[in-house]
């Protein structure tokens, strides 16, 4: 069965850390773009970033409002990516959701669209406050 799960949502404290997985199965990451969106109860869902290798050159891609509090990374071996997310802010409460298009990150956006996928995770919640 082909699809993406992920995991390790859950509350903290504004200030905070959470790292979430995004696995796939029945097929390899390394040919898909692999992208991170959130939807905020009552708000469009928004790509938060982006990650892709090609022809050895790795992009990742991250939205002005996480830049250098999120890292986004691969780990080959285990088929997963990942989101390191670091002094959250209640502002990043929200429902995560990974994607992977058969493609590169995009060069002048964060993320490719959301129907631009060929697969989605279910999601998972993060909730950050005090």
């Known amino acids: 069965q082909l699809q993406l799960v992920e995991s390790g949502g859950g509350s903290v404290q504004p200030g905070g850390s959470l790292t979430l997985s995004c696995a796939a199965t029945?097929?390899?990451?390394?040919?898909?773009?692999i992208a991170w969106f959130r939807q905020a109860s009552g708000k469009e869902r928004e790509g938060v970033s982006c990650f892709s290798t090609s022809g050895g050159y790795t992009s990742t891609n991250y939205a002005e409002s996480v830049k250098d509090r999120f890292t986004i990374s691969r780990d080959d071996a285990k088929n997963t990516v990942f989101l390191q997310m670091n002094n959250l802010k209640p502002e990043d409460t929200a429902v995560y959701y990974c994607?992977?298009?058969?493609?590169?990150?995009?060069?002048?956006?964060?993320?490719?669209?959301w129907g631009a996928g060929d697969y989605w995770g279910q999601g998972t919640q993060v909730t950050v406050s005090s």
């Open positions: 994607a992977a298009e058969e493609s590169a990150c995009p060069k002048r956006k964060t993320t490719f669209t």
């Open positions: 029945g097929f390899t990451l390394d040919r898909y773009a």
